[in-house]
């Protein structure tokens, strides 16, 4: 790493990490704890989620009005949520009250009040939650999608399950907190206009003592199988595509960004084009990439009336197997330019960058810098993508629908 970038890991196991910004004012956090969904306890399904709001009722010196009052006065634009492997707390605002939080976020996640009226509320959201999916057929369709192609815990649905969540005792939150609020694993980064002595000196005197436990290996059981229909009555039939790919870390990665950048990218990709644009036979329609630890994956997602649905989902499925045939130099070369716009866009923010380098550290161990992913990138050529295309054929497929009726699969 070049002077711009900073890593110290803590005895404990937290793990610190800055980049220097020196162009803007600001500067964005980002706090990833090792309380995903899926290291929620067996039958205590949501119980990340729920954890998750209830630290923010009240921590320190502070319930939950005054807390909620002294971060708005420090202009902090905050965030939470909980992923597959950790809850993130993170926020922006200018560099120094950004600093100046470190404090209370040391107190979110060491002395929460943890109150029985702020665990009542928080599971409350989270039941309204799971019923709200019942109203946005899409995103039931990509909750159920990962259920379906990714082994249990990964593809555990964040929000829980309404039983599981029926069940939940502040008790149970409580032992949450103590077993997964810890260093070990643990990722504090820092982005923008910082000085690194000041970070790593407030970083230790707030979290540099805080217990490291040992993470917990996951033990995966398969997905339950290749199709699954959710029977709604509606206008519209949404569908959910996903195969395997490669993981982040493997050599092949910017190969596969690439082509999904030309199958999937925007309106001038192939899928909007085919699916869309010549056929009419959808309203919406994409496909990208995502990534696991140690695993990636393609997804895409359609959203069209019950009459065309499966002219859309076949077509899709051939536009799939044509990406395999290979890709032309001017298709790779708008690939480039829209893949290198999104690293220059997120160069310039300081809570993408944030996240990015503490992503980056979770999933490589290491910090890529934004000059390594432009060379990356330029060092493409359309023989090297349509080498990877030809050897690793789409597949095997996992398809979810949501609508009236069941596809031919």
Known sequence: MDDRYFLHTFANGLTLLGEKMPAVQS????????????TDPAKRSGSAAVLSDLVLRGAGSRDSRQLTDYLDSLGLQRSSSVGVHHTRFGCAAVADRVVE??????????????????????RDLSLQGLEGLEDDPRQ???????????????????????????????????EDWKDRYHAGGAILALAGNIEFKKILDEAAKYFGDLPGMAEKPLELTPPPGPYHHERQKSEQTHIGIAYPSVPE??????????????????????????V??????????????????????????????????????????????????????????????????????QGESTSARCGTIAHDYFMRGRIRTLDEIKKEIDQLTVDQVNKYLASHPPGPFTIVTVGPKKLRV
């Open 27 to 38: 500067a964005a956090m980002t706090l990833l704890l090792p309380a995903g969904s899926a």
């Open 101 to 122: 939080s470190l404090a209370t976020y040391a107190d979110i996640v060491r002395r929460p009040h943890l109150p029985q009226t702020g665990f009542d509320a928080a």
């Open 249 to 274: 870390t493997d050599p092949d990665y910017y190969l596969v960004r690439a082509a999904m950048e030309v199958f999937g990218g925007g309106m001038s990709g192939r899928l909007f084009t085919e």
């Open 276 to 345: 869309r644009e010549k056929r009419a036979l959808c309203y919406s329609v994409w496909a990208g990439y995502t990534s696991m630890k140690s695993s990636g994956a393609i997804l895409s997602y359609a959203g069209s009336s019950n009459d065309r649905a499966q002219a859309t989902l076949d077509c899709i499925i051939g536009e799939i197997h044509r990406l395999a045939k290979g890709i032309t130099q001017a298709e790779l070369d708008r690939a480039k330019i829209g893949l290198k716009a999104g690293t220059i866009m």
């Open 140 to 174: 039931k369709l990509l909750v159920k999608l990962r259920e379906w192609f990714l082994p249990s815990p990964l593809g555990n649905n964040p929000m829980g399950k309404v039983g599981d969540l029926k069940k939940l005792t502040l008790e149970f939150s409580k």
